[in-house]
């Protein structure tokens, strides 16, 4: 079954970096685009970046572009999300992504979730 799992979550000052991992098995990891999401407490899960199959076009919020990466390393099996010039709303739970569509019917995959909190 699909597994994915997070990590390098942390609490970061203004203007840090951080690096998410997100080590994926159970399906054939270079097939498939990958993603990140993030929700803060009291908002809804929102999207931050997209990765396709073979890396070789990415997707980015508005909010995140110019200060976060989104790569893979389809050996590994493994996405990451580089995060720069971190600021306090970026605070949240980032969730690793994958999907399906089978017919009509779109499947998500999700982690566990990794905590990044910036602050001072």
């Known amino acids: 079954q699909v597994q994915l799992v997070e990590s390098g979550g942390g609490l970061v000052q203004p203007g840090g970096s951080l690096r998410l991992s997100c080590a994926a098995s159970?399906?054939?990891?270079?097939?498939?685009?990958m993603g990140w999401y993030r929700q803060a407490p009291g908002k809804k899960r929102e999207f931050v970046a997209t990765i396709i199959s073979t890396g070789g076009s990415t997707n980015y919020a508005d909010s995140v572009k110019g200060r976060f990466t989104i790569s893979r390393n389809n050996v590994k099996n493994t996405v990451y999300l580089q995060m720069n010039s971190l600021k306090p709303e970026d605070t949240a739970v980032y969730y690793c992504?994958?999907?399906?569509?089978?017919?009509?019917?779109?499947?998500?995959?999700w982690g566990q979730g990794t905590q990044v909190t910036v602050s001072s």
């Open positions: 159970g399906f054939t990891f270079s097939s498939y685009g």
């Open positions: 992504n994958t999907w399906r569509v089978v017919g009509v019917t779109h499947f998500d995959y």
